[in-house]
Each structure stands twice: as C-alpha cells, then as structure tokens.
C-alpha cells in the first residue's frame, strides 16, 4: 500500500514538472544557439564599421603588388563582392542541410559545421598579415556557409528536443541570439575599440571562439531523441536522451508520441526536396514556409538599416554619433527578440506573426510619407525615427523569428530536413537579392522603395490570416492532422494502428497501394 502511494506521489511529481526547462534543455539550447546562431548575426554586421579601414588594406595591398593605385571601380566590385558572398554561402549552406542532418544527425551537423568557422575566422585574422585580400573574400563564402547550416540546423535541433509547450519560446532562442550577435559586432566595431586600422583583423578573426567552445562542449549533451528513434531506429538511445533533458524516467507518453510520428509516415520514407515540392500531402505547408520566408527577408528589413544612418542624421545626430545610435538599435532588436521568447507561448505563433508584419507594413507607408516630407516640415525627420523603431519592433517579435519556428513545427521528421533546406534557401535568395537590387530601387525610386515593401507584408498578412494555422502547444501530428484537411487528404494512422494489431501476408504491399491512391 505504502509502495502503492510512494509510486503515485513519484507519477503526480513527474506529471507536474512535464514540460519545464530542465537545466540540460538550457545548457543545449544556449550552447547551440552561442556556437552557431550568435555567429551568422555577428557575421551580418561586422564588416559595416571597419569597412573604410578594410578598402584603405585593398588597395594598399593592390599598390603594393602592381605599383599602381586601384581603380575605383574595381574597389568597389572587390568590396560588392566582399559584402555578397556572405548570403550567397548561406544559399549554398542551405542547400547542404538536408544530406548532411540525415547522415550525421543534428547534433552531428553542427560540430561538422563548426570547421568552417574556425578556418574562416584564422583566414580573416591573418589576412593583413599575409597582406591578401582575395582570402577576406573566400572566407565570406565560408562563414556564409557557417551561417547558412547554422541558421537551419539549430532550429530544428532545439525544436526536435523541446517539450510541447516550449517549443515556441525555445524556437525563438536562436533568433535572439542572432540579435545578440549582431549587438556584439557594432560594440566591438566602434572606432574606439576594433572599428579601426588595427583592429579589424581581430574583430574578423574573434568568430572563431564560439565554435571552439561549441566544439568542445556540445559533444557532452545528447542528439535529438526523434532522429535517434526514427531515423536511426534506435529506441534505448533514444529513451536515455529523453530522460536526461525531461529530468526523469517516465517518458512513455513522449516516446509513444514519437512512434505515432514514425508510423504515421512509414510508408514516405525520407523526402529529397524534389518529392516534398510533388507531394500533395505538403503543399500548402511547403508553401507556407516559402510565403513567409520571403515576407521576412523581401519586408525591407536590410533597406530600414541601410537608410537607418541617414534618417538619424537627417534629425540632427553627429555624424560621429552615428554609429552609437546604431548599437541603440540593435539593443532594442535584442530586447524586443528577447520579449518574443516569454510571449510567444501565450499569445501563439499566429498573433505575433500577424502583429510583427502589420507593425512593419504600417512603419513602411508612414516611413515613405516622413521622407517625403521631412525637407518641408520639420518634425517629420523625427517621425522617421519613430518609424524606424516601431518597424524594428514589428521584425523582432514576429517576422524575423516565427517562420524558423513554424517551419519546425509544420513538417514531420522525414519531411523536415527537406522542408528547413527549401525555407533555408528562400530565406538566403531573398537576402542575396534584397543586397543586389535595393541600391538601385534607392536610386530609381527613393523614399518610395519603401511602399514595395509595404505591399509585400502586406501581402504575408493576408496569406497568414487565411492559410497558417496557430500550432502553440500541439504535437507534430496533431498540427499534421490540420494542415491534412487543407491539403485534402487522410492520414494513416487509424489504419496502420490496425495493421500492427492485425498483420496478414501481404499487409505492407496492401498498405502502400491504398495510401498511394488516396493521397
């Protein structure tokens, strides 16, 4: 009787803290997102500061050889290049993901990846000193890579781990970090600290040390108990990393929660992004995912930053002072980002994404009127500003990163790989686009760019509203089960159950034939 209520006591206790942040669910998830995510924002930003000091090396390093001083068109091709081999190594990062999380796992990917940065930061920390250029512009393609697996694989490792009603917050958790290392970059790239001539080979070579401590702590913590049950169909493994980040033994429910996963899309078998863009069971989630990926990256975030500058100036900052309000900017990115992690699992995926569009389509159709006006009325320079914080508000908790999330949260596991290699490269096209195109839509269309902008968030409000459905504390299958309705078509579940309790000869060869013409 006494082991009897013992064992009650023990069952209420673990029902109790289901779905609590465990310390091990912590420490993985801040050293995922330091060792990587904190990388690619870090990497976004900090060749802004130092860039007239790193031109200045170009062409003495190009007089030193030639005799010959550069050619301003060639410097400024050199530098294009410079800035846009960093998305265009994202794509190509991107496009790695899917064989790589599938043969080595999550975790695996991410220590793989972790060589690309440290070769990349030891290229750029010597450059200057092995007095070429060409190598500053290689090791952008490299980092870009870093960030382009990075930006993928961290998302879906920390989604694949977390508890149901955690997987918003914690899916927001590498954005944040991002933020953060954006913040990190324009510090240190202030003129007083590395933003100078002798600092910059540093500033470029210090992304290397969150690898090395990723490298050597991230091997400790265990891989992601889906990919361990249904890709490698190894269940005790699979049990034992579920136990260590719930923080006890009974992980039945989850574990069953798995299985179901894994018989559901049993007959699939693993999806290359060639069968997941034909599969009618994915469609409308297959296009979900690329709708707001474009939305993030095509909203204008990039031109707010480029015009950031110039509307601060325009209300009367120094321009030494510039660079100070920068760094202000990008605090306010890191709070508003950090605001999203304690709200998303209140309000839901839904209203934040709804709300972070609408803020920046209304901050883009004012912003246009401000700059417009600003040279005839005199408060409207100030009103530029209120746009400018209002938009990067709007981005950080909602456009910039629920899509991760939702892409995460919208596709099973055999599916999932595929489907973050698809958002991955949507989301690094757009960023390599947005970086060639926007100069010259400033210099043909001006201030009023900005509507193009406007239009298109307005346009991912409209598809969000109508199509994304809200996912907050749900199972994959459960979020499977809706989106099948507006696929039109039926999941297998209730029939294979039956198979498993009723096996005939031939059952697989029955099952496959009737999943096929159904779907």
Same mark, same amino acid.
Request: some cysteine; proline content about 3%.
């Given at each position: 009787?006494?082991?009897?209520?013992?064992?009650?006591?023990?069952?209420?206790?673990?029902?109790?803290?289901?779905?609590?942040?465990?310390?091990?669910?912590?420490?993985?998830?801040?050293?995922?997102?330091?060792?990587?995510?904190?990388?690619?924002?870090?990497?976004?930003?900090?060749?802004?500061?130092?860039?007239?000091?790193? /031109?200045?090396?170009?062409?003495?390093?190009?007089?030193?050889?030639?005799?010959?001083?550069?050619?301003?068109?060639?410097? !400024?091709?050199?530098?294009?290049?410079?800035?846009?081999?960093?998305?265009?190594?994202?794509?190509?990062?991107?496009?790695?993901?899917?064989?790589?999380?599938?043969?080595?796992?999550?975790?695996?990917?991410?220590?793989?990846?972790?060589?690309?940065?440290?070769?990349?930061?030891?290229?750029?920390?010597?450059?200057?000193?092995?007095?070429?250029?060409?190598?500053?512009?290689?090791?952008?393609?490299?980092?870009?890579?870093?960030?382009?697996?990075?930006?993928?694989?961290?998302?879906?490792?920390?989604?694949?781990?977390?508890?149901?009603?955690?997987?918003?917050?914690?899916?927001?958790?590498?954005?944040?970090?991002?933020?953060?290392?954006?913040?990190?970059?324009?510090?240190?790239?202030?003129?007083?600290?590395?933003?100078?001539?002798?600092?910059?080979?540093?500033?470029?070579?210090?992304?290397?040390?969150?690898?090395?401590? /990723?490298?050597?702590?991230?091997?400790?913590?265990?891989?992601?108990?889906?990919?361990?049950?249904?890709?490698?169909?190894?269940?005790?493994?699979?049990?034992?990393?579920?136990?260590?980040?719930?923080?006890?033994?009974?992980?039945?429910?989850?574990?069953?929660?798995?299985?179901?996963?894994?018989?559901?899309?049993?007959?699939?078998?693993?999806?290359?992004?060639?069968?997941? $863009?034909?599969?009618?069971?994915?469609?409308?989630?297959?296009?979900?995912?690329?709708?707001?990926?474009?939305?993030?990256?095509?909203?204008?975030?990039?031109?707010?930053?480029?015009?950031?500058?110039?509307?601060?100036?325009?209300?009367?900052?120094?321009?030494?002072?510039? /660079?100070?309000?920068?760094?202000?900017?990008?605090?306010?990115?890191?709070?508003?980002?950090?605001?999203?992690?304690?709200?998303?699992?209140?309000?839901?995926?839904?209203?934040?994404?709804?709300?972070?569009?609408?803020? $920046?389509?209304?901050? $883009?159709?004012?912003?246009?009127?401000?700059?417009?006006?600003?040279?005839?009325?005199?408060?409207?320079?100030?009103?530029?500003?209120?746009?400018?914080?209002?938009?990067?508000?709007?981005?950080?908790?909602?456009?910039?990163?629920?899509?991760?999330?939702?892409?995460?949260?919208?596709?099973? /596991?055999?599916?999932?790989?595929?489907?973050?290699?698809?958002?991955?490269?949507?989301?690094?096209?757009?960023?390599?686009?947005?970086?060639?195109?926007?100069?010259?839509?400033?210099?043909?269309?001006?201030?009023?760019?900005?509507?193009?902008? $406007?239009?298109?968030?307005?346009?991912?409000?409209?598809?969000?509203?109508?199509?994304?459905?809200? !996912?907050?504390?749900?199972?994959?299958?459960?979020?499977?089960?809706?989106?099948?309705?507006?696929?039109?078509?039926?999941?297998?579940?209730?029939?294979?159950?039956?198979?498993?309790?009723? !096996?005939?000869?031939?059952?697989?060869?029955?099952?496959?034939?009737?999943?096929?013409?159904?779907?």
């Amino acid at each position: 009787m006494k082991l009897k209520r013992e064992k009650q006591e023990s069952s209420d206790c673990n029902e109790g803290s289901k779905g609590k942040m465990t310390l091990l669910l912590a420490l993985v998830t801040l050293i995922s997102a330091f060792g990587s995510s904190f990388q690619y924002g870090y990497n976004v930003s900090v060749i802004n500061s130092p860039a007239l000091y790193m /031109q200045d090396f170009y062409n003495r390093t190009y007089f030193d050889r030639s005799g010959v001083p550069m050619d301003s068109g060639f410097q !400024t091709l050199l530098w294009s290049l410079t800035v846009s081999m960093y998305p265009l190594g994202g794509l190509f990062g991107s496009l790695m993901v899917w064989p790589l999380v599938n043969n080595c796992g999550r975790k695996g990917t991410l220590l793989i990846n972790n060589l690309f940065s440290i070769a990349a930061a030891i290229l750029m920390g010597t450059s200057e000193l092995a007095k070429t250029f060409e190598v500053i512009i290689l090791s952008r393609v490299i980092i870009g890579i870093y960030a382009g697996l990075a930006s993928n694989v961290v998302p879906m490792f920390l989604g694949e781990m977390s508890p149901k009603n955690l997987r918003g917050a914690i899916g927001i958790v590498p954005q944040l970090f991002i933020t953060l290392g954006i913040l990190v970059a324009q510090i240190l790239g202030l003129n007083s600290i590395l933003g100078n001539a002798e600092g910059w080979p540093v500033l470029l070579g210090l992304t290397g040390i969150p690898s090395l401590i /990723q490298l050597l702590i991230l091997p400790f913590f265990p891989e992601s108990p889906r990919y361990l049950l249904i890709q490698k169909g190894n269940e005790e493994q699979a049990r034992q990393a579920l136990q260590k980040l719930r923080g006890w033994d009974d992980v039945d429910d989850e574990m069953e929660e798995i299985r179901q996963e894994d018989r559901s899309e049993k007959e699939e078998g693993h999806f290359s992004v060639l069968s997941l $863009c034909t599969f009618r069971g994915l469609r409308w989630q297959l296009i979900s995912i690329v709708v707001m990926m474009m939305g993030q990256q095509l909203s204008g975030v990039n031109a707010v930053f480029y015009y950031a500058d110039r509307i601060f100036q325009s209300a009367g900052v120094d321009s030494n002072d510039v /660079q100070y309000v920068t760094v202000s900017i990008g605090a306010i990115n890191v709070v508003m980002t950090l605001l999203a992690v304690f709200i998303v699992e209140s309000l839901g995926r839904r209203i934040l994404l709804l709300a972070g569009f609408g803020l $920046c389509c209304v901050s $883009c159709a004012v912003l246009t009127l401000a700059l417009n006006l600003q040279t005839t009325v005199s408060w409207m320079s100030y009103l530029s500003i209120v746009c400018v914080i209002v938009y990067i508000i709007g981005h950080a908790i909602g456009a910039s990163p629920i899509p991760f999330v939702m892409i995460t949260e919208m596709f099973l /596991q055999s599916s999932r790989p595929a489907a973050f290699m698809v958002g991955g490269s949507v989301h690094w096209l757009c960023n390599f686009t947005v970086g060639l195109v926007f100069l010259y839509m400033e210099a043909g269309l001006g201030p009023y760019s900005f509507l193009i902008f $406007c239009a298109i968030c307005l346009a991912t409000i409209v598809y969000i509203f109508f199509i994304v459905p809200e !996912t907050k504390n749900k199972t994959f299958m459960e979020i499977n089960k809706i989106m099948a309705k507006r696929n039109k078509v039926e999941i297998q579940e209730d029939k294979e159950e039956f198979e498993d309790f009723h !096996t005939v000869p031939g059952g697989q060869a029955e099952k496959k034939e009737i999943s096929s013409s159904e779907l």
